[in-house]
């Protein structure tokens, strides 16, 4: 059975929450009678049958569905596919602290490219879409990790790719990653041989208003307010969760200054 890793924001009336699944499974095709809630992941047409922009097929290969949480519950039973759309949007719900009750119904926007040569270009974004009985929008975006020990089956339209990433961001294998992206940034963003990378700089460039300096080894990390100091720096994106951990405030920053727990 697929895993599926999930976070969310709740601070916010519409959150968003970005999960990868996983396909353990061998190719099962698409059996029987199409599921009207997630088509077995294919469009609304085989790509092949048309490459034409003209014609009886003309229009959208995507599929779009409104349900309720029983209807994917009752699906999920028959069709495989929306097992794992079960599987994945409970887990995620659970570790937000959302229960079944509080749903009130869903919809879900499957994108498919429209032609062979629109492969490249199309978008083939997969997202689901919760109204919660208070109002609140929990927005599902879905991503495929493909290896070698669990495949895409052949038998699922296009399906945006991610990489598996590590559970903590604090693990040997999540540090791994972080220091071959900045290999990567550095020695390969360039426009050509002939032109520097854009990741790489020759010379320090002047630092932001506030940095975290993170020290070397066990030297205590801190918030520093650089004043016209040059320095290499690197700026991150990180999604905090249900609730934040540490937050800078008026009241807070002399403390951040000396130190961050």
């Known amino acids: 059975m697929p895993a599926w890793w999930g976070c969310a924001d709740l601070s916010h009336l519409r959150s968003r929450s970005v999960l990868i699944l996983i ?29 034409s922009l003209e014609g009886p097929w003309k229009g959208t290969r995507h599929h779009k569905a409104d349900f309720t949480w029983d209807n994917l519950r009752q699906s999920a039973d028959s069709c495989y596919c929306c097992d794992i759309l079960l599987e994945g949007t409970h887990g995620c719900f659970r570790r937000q602290g959302i229960q079944e009750s509080e749903i009130e119904h869903g919809s879900l926007l499957f994108l498919y490219p429209y032609a062979l040569d629109e492969v490249e270009e199309a978008s083939s974004m997969k997202s689901l879409l919760f109204t919660m009985k208070n109002g609140r929008k929990f927005e599902i975006e879905m991503f495929a990790s493909d290896d070698d020990a669990c495949p895409i089956p052949d038998s699922w339209d296009y399906i945006l790719v991610s990489p598996r990433m590590a559970p903590r961001s604090d693990s040997k294998q999540a540090l791994a990653t972080i220091k071959k992206w900045m290999t990567e940034c550095i020695e390969t963003h360039g426009d050509s041989h002939d032109s520097p990378a854009f990741c790489e700089s020759p010379c320090s460039s002047k630092l932001p ?22 320095g290499h720096y690197i700026c991150l994106s990180h999604c905090w969760g249900k609730e934040q951990i540490i937050t800078t405030t008026k009241s807070t920053i002399e403390k951040r200054r000396c130190g961050i727990p």
């Open 23 to 51: 396909a353990q499974m061998a190719d099962r095709g698409a059996s029987g009678a199409q599921c009207s809630i997630c088509n077995h992941f294919q469009g609304k047409w085989p790509i092949e049958s048309h490459k």
């Open 209 to 230: 208003t506030r940095v975290v300096d993170v020290g070397s080894d066990n030297d205590s990390i801190k918030l520093v307010e650089p004043r016209e100091e040059q």
